[in-house]
């Protein structure tokens, strides 16, 4: 396809810990755009007119280029148009590629974000529940993807308004053990981790509000 556009957008909260290698894989000539303000609103429409997205998908020509709409529609806080380009984007992965590709399993995490964002827990745990263990099989458990499904799986279980106790106690559980791996395997304090220490205060605290 010519004139492709290639466009990783990263920048918000709370956003996907890939490794750079990880970014690569998805997309390997992308160009960041390091926040919203800096991605110009004309580059959505230019996207949209040059890519078909039904065509992408119908025809598994380059689904990267919706996976990048989709990131620049989720910085930009369009969450609804994200979560549709993200699920069409990890179906046409799927279909193309198998759901063992790491391609796919990226697909997959940023599928889970878009979901998590718009509070839709259920259907996130779900998607983590069916890809955690493809992810465990065939990177390996302390893989940043494996980790990074778990944490979100131990986000969306804490973070539900209609979570049980049980559900926060495996929450914080799951997290203190993605803590422990990802600091022996990337080092402490390494940014794409940093928030697994206020995800674990907020699951202890919501923990603790079942026994008063």
Same mark, same amino acid.
């Given at each position: 396809m010519s004139e492709n556009i290639y466009l990783s957008v990263r920048g918000f909260a709370d956003a996907e810990h890939f490794s750079r290698e990880s970014q690569?894989?998805?997309n390997p000539h992308y160009v960041r755009v390091r926040a919203a303000e800096n991605a110009p609103r004309d580059l959505i429409r230019v996207l949209e007119r040059?890519?078909?997205l039904a065509e992408i998908i119908e025809c598994g020509v380059d689904v990267h280029t919706q996976s990048n709409l *989709?990131?620049?529609y989720h910085t930009l806080g369009r969450f609804d148009q994200a979560l549709r380009s993200r699920r069409d984007a990890y179906s046409g992965f799927v279909r193309f590629l198998g759901e063992s590709s790491q391609k796919t399993l990226i697909a997959a995490t940023n599928y889970a974000v878009s979901l998590k964002a718009l509070q839709r827990f259920e259907e996130a745990k779900a998607l983590?529940?069916?890809t955690m263990p493809v992810a465990r099989r065939t990177l390996g458990v302390e893989h940043d993807l494996t980790l990074n499904f778990r944490d979100i799986y131990a986000?969306?279980?804490?973070?539900?308004?209609? *979570?049980?106790?049980?559900?926060?106690a495996e929450a914080i559980e799951i997290l203190e053990d993605v803590q422990r791996r990802a600091r022996r395997v990337f080092g402490p304090g390494h940014p794409n981790w940093e928030s697994l220490p206020r995800d674990l205060m907020a699951a202890r605290e919501k923990l603790a509000?079942?026994?008063t």
């Open positions: 690569g894989l998805l040059r890519h078909c *989709a990131d620049t983590m529940r069916k986000q969306c279980l804490y973070r539900d308004d209609n *979570a049980s106790r049980g559900d926060v509000g079942f026994d």
